[in-house]
């Protein structure tokens, strides 16, 4: 009798294992001939040599494909083992990347495939428009997409903390707690993406960093993909202090929306001044979204364009 041991790495192990185990049960069933024990992130098997291998050929690609698309299903693994016909039927020439679940992440206007189109081509894209166009689930998408592939070793989202002063004194907790409300929207479109244990993996060793505008000073960040989101809350010189932050393999994306500032009435924005000095640059790419890109709510699109109209 030959034993032989396999780890789960990489993947989310609640979603291989399934729902009250059904996904181990149904390995167990379609291996008759071996014995399946599931002990946390290891899957030990014992039995006939030969269907062990049988058994680690299959095993290889349910890794790939949970590792890929961020669920499996019992249908899958049927087809799987079984070799029946296609195993997924995705539109894997628009997918971006397959989310938690298997939610698959893709462009749903043409703005974001232009966004997605310039990204392999520029290392620095300005993504300009009003709320619920997308734009910054795109580029976190994106983000995400080059640290699967290895593009780059890690990812750094930031925003700027427009009332890190004196107007955040009164929240309760320690400095993190204080900025972590206004850098929430970053959260929420990672855990989107990225099964819960994997993402506390990456904060923990920093592979994934969120992080106030002004925690950037100083930095040189290289093999990186760096997002800022609401530029329109930066001045001038924080702008440029962050575009030259930028090291050698990196790709930086900035997003704004240069109708809804919250500096104070003294500052002025340094989105638009981007703008205006950079447009003309072959090697920088801007994409501007309008009310039409809107992805949210279609009363969104309504709000927005009565705005706007006074």
Known sequence: ?????????????????????????????????????????????SGNEQEINFFEHDFILLLEHIEKYNSIDKK?????????????????????????????????????????????????????????????????????????????KRIVLSRPAVEAGEELGFLPGDFKDKLDPYLQPLYDALFDMIPKAKLQEYFDDGIIEIAPLAFMRGRTLENSFVILDEAQNATNMQLKMFLTRMGESSKFIVTGDITQTDLPKNKKSGLQYAIDILDNDDDIKFVFFNTDDVVRHKIVKKIIEAYDSN
Do not use: C
């Open 76 to 152: 899958t693994i049927n087809n799987i083992v079984n070799k029946l016909g296609d195993v997924v039927n995705y539109d894997e020439k628009n997918t971006i990347i397959f989310g938690n679940t298997g939610k698959i992440i893709k462009p749903r206007n043409e703005s974001q495939k232009k966004l997605v189109r310039y990204s392999n081509q520029s290392d620095l894209l300005f993504a300009i428009g009003p709320a619920g166009t997308g734009k910054t689930y795109i580029a976190i998408a994106l983000a995400v997409k080059a640290l699967k592939n290895k593009s780059v």
């Open 1 to 45: 009798m030959t034993e032989k041991q396999f780890i789960l790495e990489n993947i989310d192990i609640a979603s291989f294992y399934g729902l009250r185990d059904e996904n181990i049960n149904l390995l167990k069933s379609l291996f008759p001939k071996i014995k399946i024990i599931a002990r946390g992130n290891k899957i030990i098997v």
